[in-house]
């Protein structure tokens, strides 16, 4: 079986992903790795919103990708593949078997890492155009706000 699925958020910038990391301390960043572990072959049997070719993702690229993330104790891994748009790249894994260790670390859909990821990436990028940020984190939301020097 194969259930691909990605992230619905894009990663554009990988020096974010690294901040973030000690957050995750389970997860590996490996740069400029070319594949990352799954079931291995495309079964065509998952066909939900979430399967990664509904969000941006050629089939053809599954198990393949840029850079990837290995989560500690998981068989399966996670590739950071270029979107079909050319707009970053999309976190992509298997949720089959070993792979729902990931979506339960990372969140549905990613939605954890991609919270953390997006505050980083206003962080980084506001300072750079001359703002001053401040973050704030509770449960179930991180607030980025943002004051012009």
């Known amino acids: 079986m194969s259930h691909i699925t990605s992230s619905l958020g894009v990663i554009t910038d990988l020096d974010c992903v690294e901040v973030i990391l000690p957050k995750f301390p389970k997860l590996k960043l490996h740069r400029n790795q070319k594949t ?7 079964a ?13 993702i050629d089939v ?3 198990g393949h990708c ?3 993330l290995e989560l500690e104790g998981c068989k399966y891994g996670i590739g950071l593949t270029k979107r079909k748009d050319g707009e970053g790249w999309s976190l992509v894994w298997d949720l089959w078997g070993q792979g729902r260790r ?4 990372l969140g549905q859909d990613a939605g954890a890492f991609m919270a953390e990821y997006e505050a980083e990436y206003m962080r980084r990028y506001g300072l750079a155009a001359g703002y001053i940020t401040n973050s704030t984190e509770d449960e179930n939301y991180i607030t980025v706000e943002m004051s012009k020097l």
């Open 36 to 42: 990352y572990p799954w079931y291995g072959s495309w």
């Open 60 to 62: 053809s690229q599954y």
């Open 102 to 105: 990931i979506e339960e670390y």
């Open 66 to 68: 840029d850079h990837s």
């Open 44 to 56: 065509d049997d998952f066909d939900t919103e979430a399967a990664a070719y509904h969000r941006g």
